[in-house]
């Protein structure tokens, strides 16, 4: 590497001075070759800072015809817009590197160099204007390399060639460093190296060296906090050479050869290599930085050389350690080559398993048994078997497990051992345990040191399908396994690993029975309240359990049973630990307080209990094994905290809580590092659960972590990203929600723990480049909206200049004469405390807090300081005293504590705080618009997309630039994996977003409303990347731009295409909305739940967390979307000839009542006269109290007429409507609590007027008597005992006593001889078969327990809705998971469906479980309340149900043969059409259907669909279980929706896309479909007798027509 390898020379044309260095050499892995770039003088030659700018070396493969593009470019480089030329990064310090392997390096290659700064450009060239070439021939003679390639599994194989003339030794030295342990000048101080093969992966092995470092700081006399690295690079031909595949602890130095890898405050480091990449030897040094007194130190080995490792012998020494290794064979083949190395270690089955190890009738087979430590304190036996399969030929499908348990002293037979491994699973005889056989044919069992039985016996069981073997020893004896052997094969002394000093006694579990019979009683009192007492208690359940691990080994179980009948609630404790067997065990423990409990003390302890002090009390663990602590009710404590102590003559051992537990409970967690493990168990209250690991992380570290700061949060966000495309919505809701919640500083951001300032911006950098790799992998819109928005919480930051926070303001201390630590000068205390926090609690704080100090500097006034950081930062004075205080202690000895302080007036520091500010915002900030476009340099993906970056920031405040941002964003998709790329994108939306809240949609006209809403819409798809939401904006666009089919723009037909498209945009963005909202307010309550919990450290006020996920989801450019579709919505109803009024039910000509503004239907509005109620929302579920006469709603609420609560509307006479005009609804509202008669006029609007006190009066008559005819609607008479469990379609007529309306109505389809449509083979289970079920001996304890849930005179303590909706969910939950269906139900049903050409699924929990979920349904909420309200019992309510194969087509349909339309003709039809099953027209879920009146004179669309979301047919069909009931589809009442139909099979919902369905755009195919559906719903209406008719079916893909339900038409 003497000269350089470029041509015609190293200067760079007209900048004197300037030089580029080309040098070559052999790449580490010897595979390539590595060309080395170095600029000097560059830029100082243009008078541009290295920092502001970029530098890069453009090149190309050069050919005979000039530049060419090369087909093979290295990982570091980029292809520019030309398609021919790659560019790569200089580095700060002028560095670059190309490298090539030498099988396809190019022949030459040509370069130039391009400076970027500020917007101004330099291209540089060699003397003369000529191009820079490298000759890569002439590269490699330089180099003195040979071309070769390496093949990979032979690299060590070479290696250990070159070492074939080393002696022979008889045993290894004990550290593979060179020259020597000891440091240059340091005789007390000393290195060791030793090497150990790690364990294999799917990629190959690995070699790992583990350097261990002593003395050091006593010898250098060093003081206070240090820091340690090993600076290594490999040793070449000409000294230290970079390795190209560095590890991943190891970080690049400044001089881009070496690396550096810290060493651990005990001295320990290691760096570990993959075989194929290792280098053959590394040289290293030792680096000491002393933070005391500032010395820096480079130590080597004696004489002052480097140390060195040969590679080849760590090789044979990892070999010799472990020569067990799992991996391949590649040390196996390279160390036969070398056998004075090789050291087997000796077989230790026949010392420790007994009677052999060879299996009885198998020859051939055996078995070996090894014994191992683990972590120094466990033994593991491991067990591999050989030739089983062989001799007994099994398949592949054949299993095996070892079937084991201790062996008893007394009687040599097989017992339950005291503390079985984790891994091993309880056997059916509640003795043996199983440990299953991996597919090699390995087993292991693991124990602690202290917890190992004398003994085990063992055999082998081997299943292959119907075939099992039980396989022994020779002789059919067991085999058994001596453990005191199997100790001393491992060479272990066998000893108590926690035993107390100087005590060595014999540890081992105390003796207890298996039962613990005063729990057992407590529980069955606790159990034998009453059922009312018990649905009082519904909160808090009368017994939860739970458990411990305890530090190291054992287990604390835990039982709570409270009984309110004793007023008491009972803690039982049962220990599984081994002690010495003279030790007395405690529980000492003391009470952990609510906020109800402030001032409570306990009267009088618990009967077992011994105070030791005035808070902490002592009781005994009886036998080693159980206590219990009893507790009045009226002075439970919230909670208890305790420690376990065991206690022998003079000493005492404090045994605490492992740090992480495996149960999901909060309370249960053990207290983190610095308190003290403390064991806490809450009384009061279930222990709170969270279901997702990650927010258990979450709420655990914010709420019970002594030692907690921003940093760690951020490490603990990366750890949670790290999942890439696993990660959940669940996930991501918790990432977002605790990094907004921190933003807005709600969190704790100190919390007594100290990190400097270069590792928060390495988290910072950690976090953003996880985050990008998260959304750009996420698996579902949700998962990528929730993530982006955590985007915006995490600055982009700079880890590069994260050190320079620390020296930046010592330097402006120092060089200002302040004081700063025991350096005298100007004491100020403001700045000395400052400068503590930037050295431990660095964070994006300081950036306001500079400024404010600025503000400080220029004023003298403090109290500018702390009014800047306010406004800027929303930080109290209060907040700047708690960060010093949680952060660190107070290192002026002033007394004051934190930032609260008064700083002294020093304007002469105003000009290096500027600077100061500016090094802040580079390292916490940069997350300006500008920021990020410079950040992106070099990363666009052209330089088009570059040029347009800074031109929309230029011109950012003009909306014309909408446009341009969209297209940007386009471009930048492929490379959103990028960090920087990913912040800019999303700055980019947040500028978006910002530009159109700019703009005023009501001052658009029509055409610019257009416009603007889909340009909005286009932005936000690129983030959403939604399909559902692409499919409503090819939709809008195709209106708005395209094809409008035979339509024209603005006229009434295109009006309503449009409102199809807006409607389905605007239930795509709602659904987004409640979505995110939800996800995070659940995060965000379950934070602030925690917060609550006994010995939680966090306590903030609820305000914030109460509406924190609404508030945050109108930060979604959704929201801007809906506020542009509420001023367009109402333009295109207007100019498609619709008003402002959309009537679903008519009511009586006139209804009176007393208008009351609501939220929703609740049983708020049940008591009192009529009432017109206004609502706010409406799911379409909900049932309508007698009273109300009127619902109005705004017209995003509206809901179909099929839904549940219009028909109850059509049922019980009330006026159901919806208007779109926000004015109109106000003016109702206005009236609220006055008397209101409203009427529906013949133009379909709603009108209102002033009533009097006599209408009112006579509305209250009138819907007293519509009350009374529903109460008198008369049931059925009570069906016969069924005679068939089981009825098939033609034999439904021959049952009608046993059959609901939609049987009976099939029935009367079938009789139709001439039809026009098609029916479903269908079959019922009668009325009757449940109660049968019910009373089958197979089902007597599920109906003792219904009975009891249904007897209405055992709940007299039910309080309130919540607690009949607990009731009536425990019934359903009862009967669809402990029902049991009978033998002859099943063989009945199965019978008919088969006879019917539908056979029952082979899954019988899928079709059981669906036939269980409607019988349940007879107790849904909604059910029993519309029972209630007309008098029916429920012994009066029989379901049957009606299974039918569902019919899957293009095309589900309702007609509704007269339509209730107040606008149609007596004669007009109203037919709803929508894609897929016609399950979405019935559940009312968002958007609408094709509507349309039709009559023999034509066709008029109401409507156009747009449903986002179809319900399909799954994949090989399904069975649909249909609820058919003696209270529904009957005349005068339908009674739909009460009861619940349901799929066998779930049915896929998939998103639709209405761009080019027939349905929208082809007129002729449209009509003509919905006259055929005219003509079935009239011959089916003729087959009723001419009652109208509500008839349901499909439509397939040959246009067949199949009616599935008929019921009449309310």
Request: proline residues 5%.
């Amino acid at each position: 590497m003497a000269e350089s390898v470029a041509q015609p020379g190293t200067y760079i044309d007209e900048l004197g001075g300037a030089q580029i260095q080309v040098k070559a050499r052999n790449a580490a892995d010897g595979k390539s070759l590595v060309l080395l770039f170095q600029l000097t003088g560059v830029h100082q030659s243009l008078g541009i800072a290295p920092g502001n700018s970029l530098t890069q070396l453009h090149w190309a493969a050069l050919g005979d015809q000039g530049w060419e593009a090369y087909p093979y470019p290295p990982p570091n480089s980029s292809q520019c817009h030309d398609g021919i030329a790659f560019r790569t990064n200089f580095s700060l310090e002028g560095r670059a590197m190309l490298a090539f392997p030498f099988n396809t390096a190019p022949r030459s290659i040509a370069f130039v160099l391009r400076v970027d700064s500020r917007g101004k450009q330099h291209f540089l060239k060699a003397h003369a204007g000529r191009d820079f070439t490298v000759d890569m021939t002439h590269a490699q003679e330089i180099a003195n390399l040979a071309p070769k390639v390496y093949p990979g599994a032979a690299r060590f194989a070479e290696m250990m060639a070159k070492r074939q003339s080393l002696p022979e030794r008889e045993e290894s030295p004990s550290s593979v460093v060179h020259p020597g342990t000891c440091f240059d000048g340091l005789s007390e101080a000393h290195i060791s190296v030793e090497a150990e093969v790690a364990k294999a992966t799917v990629e190959g092995g690995f070699i790992k060296l583990i350097f261990k470092v002593a003395g050091v700081q006593q010898s250098l006399d060093l003081e206070g906090s240090t820091l340690m690295q090993l600076h290594w690079a490999v040793v070449g031909p000409d000294g230290w050479e970079a390795i190209l595949k560095p590890p991943l602890n190891a970080h690049p130095c400044g001089d881009g050869i070496a690396f550096k890898t810290n060493i651990s405050d005990d001295g320990n480091a290691s760096i570990t290599f993959p075989f194929n990449d290792a280098p053959e030897k590394i040289g290293f040094v030792v680096f000491v930085q002393s933070w005391g007194d500032g010395q820096q130190y480079w130590l080597k080995a004696d004489g002052g050389a480097d140390f060195s490792v040969d590679l080849i012998l760590a090789v044979e020494m990892a070999s010799v350690v472990s020569p067990e290794y799992p991996g391949p064979t590649r040390v196996d083949e390279m160390m036969a080559k070398r056998p004075f190395v090789r050291q087997t270690k000796a077989t230790l089955c026949d010392d420790i398993v007994q009677p052999s190890t060879m299996l009885d009738g198998l020859d051939g087979s055996d078995i070996i048994v090894e014994a191992f430590v683990v972590g120094g304190y466990f033994i593991e036996l491991r067990f591999q078997v050989f030739g089983v399969h062989q001799s007994l030929r099994l398949g592949g499908g054949a299993f095996m497990q070892l079937h084991w348990a201790s062996v008893c002293n007394k009687t040599g037979g097989w017992k339950a051992p005291s503390h079985p491994p984790p891994d091993a699973r309880p056997c059916g005889d509640g003795t043996a345990f199983r440990t299953n056989f991996a597919q090699d044919g390995k087993a292991q069992i693991t124990f602690p040191i202290d917890e190992v039985p004398e003994q085990i016996a063992f055999l082998l069981f081997v299943s292959n399908g119907d075939r099992q073997h039980w396989l022994k020893a020779r002789g059919g004896a067991d085999f058994t396994v001596d453990f005191k052997r199997a100790v001393e094969a491992a060479r272990i002394v066998p000893r108590v690993v926690d035993a107390f000093s100087g005590y060595y006694g014999t540890a081992r579990m105390a003796e207890r029975s298996k039962t613990w019979s005063e729990l057992q009683e407590t529980v069955r009192a606790a159990q034998a309240q009453t059922f009312g007492e018990r649905i009082h208690n519904l909160a808090v359940p009368h017994v939860s359990k739970g458990r411990f691990a305890i530090e190291g080994t054992g287990e604390i179980c835990w039982h709570i049973v409270r009984n309110s009948s004793l007023n008491e609630a009972a803690l039982f404790l049962e220990v599984s630990k081994a002690f010495p067997e003279h030790a007395d065990v405690f529980i000492q423990w003391s009470v952990v307080r609510g906020e109800a409990d402030e001032g409570m003390e306990l009267e009088v302890p618990p009967k077992n209990a011994e105070l030791i002090d005035e808070k902490v009390m002592q009781t005994l663990v009886e036998g080693q094994a159980r206590t219990v602590i009893r507790f009045p009710t009226r002075t439970v404590p919230a909670g208890i905290s305790f420690a376990l102590i065991a206690r022998v003559p003079a000493e005492e051992k404090r045994y605490k809580a492992e740090r992480e537990q495996s149960e999901d409970l909060l309370l249960l967690e053990g207290e983190e590092e610095g308190d003290s493990g403390n064991f806490i168990i809450s009384l009061k209250s279930e222990p709170m659960k969270i279901g997702n690991a990650v927010g258990k992380q979450v709420v655990k570290s914010e709420t019970r972590c002594r030692h907690w700061s921003q940093f760690q949060r951020m490490n603990l966000m990366s750890d949670a990203l790290a999942q890439g495309g696993k990660l959940t919505a669940k996930d991501a809701a918790w990432i977002t929600t605790t990094l907004k919640l921190a933003q807005q500083k709600i969190l704790v951001w100190y919390r007594d723990y100290a990190y400097q300032p270069k590792h928060y911006a390495w988290a910072q950098d950690r976090i953003g480049g996880a985050l990008a790799a998260a959304v750009f992998s996420a698996a579902t819109p949700e998962t990528r909206t929730l993530l982006r928005l955590a985007v915006g919480a995490c600055p982009r930051g700079s880890k590069e200049s994260g050190d320079g926070i620390r020296h930046g303001i010592l330097n402006i201390m120092r060089n200002h004469g302040i004081k700063e630590g025991h350096r005298p000068g100007i004491q100020c205390t403001f700045l000395e405390q400052w400068h503590q926090k930037l050295h431990t609690n660095s964070a994006p704080d300081d950036i306001i807090i500079c400024e404010g100090y600025l503000a400080f500097l220029i004023s003298g006034n403090p109290d500018d300081l702390f009014r800047t950081v306010w406004e800027r930062g929303k930080i109290t004075r209060e907040d700047m005293a708690k960060m010093c205080a949680c952060g660190y202690m107070d290192q002026t000895k002033s007394g004051h504590r934190g930032l609260n302080v008064n700083p002294v007036h020093l304007p002469q520091l105003y000009e290096d705080m500027q600077g100061y500010l500016g090094l802040l915002k580079r390292v916490h900030g940069a997350s300006s618009l500008h920021d990020l476009c410079e950040a992106c340099i070099g990363q666009y993906p052209d330089e088009d997309s570059e040029c347009m970056a800074f031109n929309i920031f230029d011109d950012r405040d003009n909306p014309g630039i909408m446009g341009c941002i969209t297209e940007l964003r386009r471009k930048l998709q492929p490379e959103l994996w990028k960090r920087d790329i990913l912040l800019l994108d999303v700055a980019l939306e947040n500028h978006m977003r910002s530009l159109a809240e700019r703009m005023r949609p009501c001052d658009l006209d029509k055409y610019e409303l257009t416009g603007y809403l889909v340009a909005l819409l286009e932005d936000l798809a690129l983030s959403r990347q939604d399909a559902s939401f692409n499919y409503g904006l090819s939709l809008v666009q195709r209106l708005a731009y395209g094809d409008y089919g035979a339509v024209t723009p603005w006229e009434t037909e295109w009006c309503k295409l449009m409102l199809a498209a807006t409607e389905r945009i605007s239930a795509s963005c709602e659904l987004t909305i409640d979505q995110i909202s939800a996800d995070l307010q659940r995060c965000a309550e379950k934070i602030y739940e925690g917060s609550k919990q006994p010995g939680s450290l966090f306590h903030p006020c609820s305000a914030p967390f109460e509406a924190f996920g609404e508030e945050t989801a109108r930060g979604l450019t959704e929201r801007v979307v809906a506020q542009a579709l509420r001023v367009l919505v109402p333009i295109l109803r207007r100019s498609a000839g619709m008003g402002p009024w959309s009537i679903v039910s008519r009511g009586p000509r006139a209804v009176t009542g007393k208008v009351r503004t609501i939220a929703s239907l609740t049983a708020e509005v049940q008591d009192g006269g009529p009432v017109v109620a206004v609502l706010e929302s409406l799911t379409g579920w909900e049932d309508i109290p007698l009273n109300v006469v009127a619902i109005l709603l705004p017209a995003e609420m509206s809901v179909d007429v099929l839904s549940h609560v219009a028909i109850r509307a059509r049922n019980q006479q009330v006026l159901l409507a919806s208007c779109d005009d926000d004015s109109i609804l106000a003016k109702v509202r206005s009236a609220s609590g006055k008397a209101l008669t409203l009427s529906v006029t013949a133009t379909g609007e709603v009108s209102w007027a002033a009533a009097s006190a006599a209408d009112l009066t006579q509305s209250r008559d009138n819907k007293s008597s519509i009350a009374k005819q529903l109460i008198q609607f008369k049931m059925a008479e009570r069906p016969p005992p069924p005679r068939r469990k089981a009825i098939s379609m033609d034999s439904f007529l021959a049952n009608v006593r046993s059959l609901g309306g939609k049987s009976l109505n099939l029935a009367k389809l079938l009789l139709m001889h001439s039809r026009v449509y098609a029916l479903p083979p269908s079959v019922t289970v009668p009325f009757g078969v449940f109660e049968e079920v019910l009373i089958d001996p197979g089902n007597r304890e599920v109906s003792e327990v219904l009975q009891e849930l249904w007897d209405e005179d055992s709940h007299p303590c039910l309080r309130d809705a919540s607690d009949f909706k607990e009731k009536w969910s425990k019934v359903r939950e009862t009967i669809i998971e402990k029902l049991t269906i009978p033998a002859n139900v099943v063989a009945a049903l199965s019978t008919e469906l088969e006879a019917a050409g539908n056979p029952l699924p082979h899954d019988s929990v899928l079709w059981q479980r669906a036939l269980k979920t409607v019988w349940a349904s007879k107790w849904t909420d909604r059910a029993v309340s519309s029972r209630q309200s007309m008098g029916i019992q429920d012994s009066q309510l029989f379901l049957g149900v009606l299974v039918q194969p569902l019919q899957g087509g293009q095309y589900g349909f309702v007609i509704h043969t007269k339509s209730p339309l107040v606008s149609d003709a007596a004669d007009e039809a109203l037919i709803e059409v929508c894609i897929g099953l016609g399950e979405s027209l019935v559940s009312n879920s968002p958007g609408r259907a094709l509507s349309a009146s039709v009559s023999s004179r034509g066709v008029k669309i109401h409507s156009y669909p747009s449903k986002p979301m179809g319900v399909f047919v799954p994949d090989g069909g399904s069975l649909i279980f249909r609820s058919d009931s003696n209270g529904e589809d009957l005349l005068g009442f339908a009674g739909a929706g009460l009861y619940d139909s349901t799929s066998a099979v779930a049915c896929p919902n998939r998103p639709v896309d209405y761009t080019s369905s027939p349905l929208l755009f082809d007129i002729t195919f449209r009509d003509k479909l919905l006259s055929k559906l005219l003509v079935v719903g009239r011959q089916v209406e003729e087959l009723f007798n001419g009652v109208p008719q509500d008839i349901e079916g499909a439509v397939d893909e040959s246009g067949i027509i199949t009616v599935t339900q008929s019921r009449p038409q309310v």
